[in-house]
């Protein structure tokens, strides 16, 4: 007879003995599943193994004629090259800083020979690019137009440029500044509108969204010919709050002059506001056109 513990290690409750049938039957079924079942790969039919073969071989000739493919360069005008088309023509970025400074000074190269010079490009790169430059048919033609006496500059050269009030100024006459959409006039004329009327051009400098090229040409469009009402603040008397409304202060920098007053005593001009902390000393000139000293 089987001792005590041995014969406890057998005996099973019915929850058990039901968990072990169970079990046994799977068991049982997954072999019989793996001896009757067919697990060998179906084969492919031979006439649609060639059909997949014929387009295998069209897959391939693609590919090779993908990888072969040069992109397609179209005739440009190389005054005109950005940096991201220098460097798809293989141009250094040394070469394509020269041309960019070039332009700067608002002068053009007319010519293959002209556009190595200010580059500096290798000769097998000008060889490569050369037949793509596209000039315009005044330079191809330079002898018919000198002898009309025309030239760079004149055909460059437009009709002086009537510069308008800038408090005045409509959204069409904002957007007429090349670079100036319709978000950038409107904000514009919201920042004036907000400002009750711009008292200097330097104002544009702290308008967001503006590029300093934008800025440069609102500035040479543009001017203060009517000033506006302003209602000016007396920076030795007035409190935090009153401070606090003038453009560009809050109420960090209206404490700040507070404070400084209180030290220092009168604050006497432009410059003082300069030796006040925390201070925007960028913008101290145009504040204190909203002061009274």
Do not use: C, H
Request: glycine share 4%.
């Amino acid at each position: 007879m089987l001792s005590t513990p041995i014969k406890s290690f057998f005996q099973f409750n019915a929850a058990q003995r039901f968990s072990l049938i169970l079990l046994l039957t799977l068991v049982i079924l997954l072999q019989l599943f793996y001896v009757f079942m067919d697990f060998t790969p179906t084969e492919i039919n031979p006439a649609e193994q060639k059909q997949w073969l014929a387009l295998q071989g069209k897959i391939d000739s693609l590919k090779a004629v993908s990888k072969n493919t040069k992109p397609k360069i179209y005739p440009f005008n190389p005054n005109f090259i950005t940096d991201f088309k220098g460097y798809k023509l293989g141009m250094s970025i040394a070469e394509i800083d020269r041309l960019l400074a070039f332009r700067k000074t608002n002068r053009y190269v007319n010519s293959a020979e002209e556009f190595q010079q200010v580059t500096k490009i290798s000769d097998s790169l000008l060889a490569k690019i050369s037949p793509y430059f596209k000039f315009p048919d005044w330079v191809k033609n330079k002898k018919d137009f000198s002898r009309q006496n025309f030239s760079f500059a004149s055909a460059e050269k437009k009709k002086p440029a009537v510069i308008k009030d800038i408090n005045l100024a409509t959204q069409q006459d904002l957007m007429d500044v090349y670079g100036i959409g319709p978000a950038l006039s409107e904000r514009i004329l919201k920042e004036k509108e907000k400002l009750g009327g711009f008292v200097s051009m330097e104002q544009m400098d702290f308008i967001w969204g503006l590029s300093p090229d934008v800025i440069e040409k609102l500035k040479q469009s543009f001017r203060i010919e009517s000033l506006p009402a302003i209602k000016k603040i007396p920076v030795n008397t007035a409190t935090i709050k009153e401070l606090s409304k003038v453009p560009y202060l809050n109420y960090y920098s209206a404490k700040a002059i507070v404070t400084f007053r209180s030290m220092n005593g009168e604050i006497r001009n432009a410059e003082d506001l300069t030796k006040i902390k925390d201070f925007p000393v960028e913008k101290f000139k145009i504040i204190a056109l909203y002061l009274g000293f």
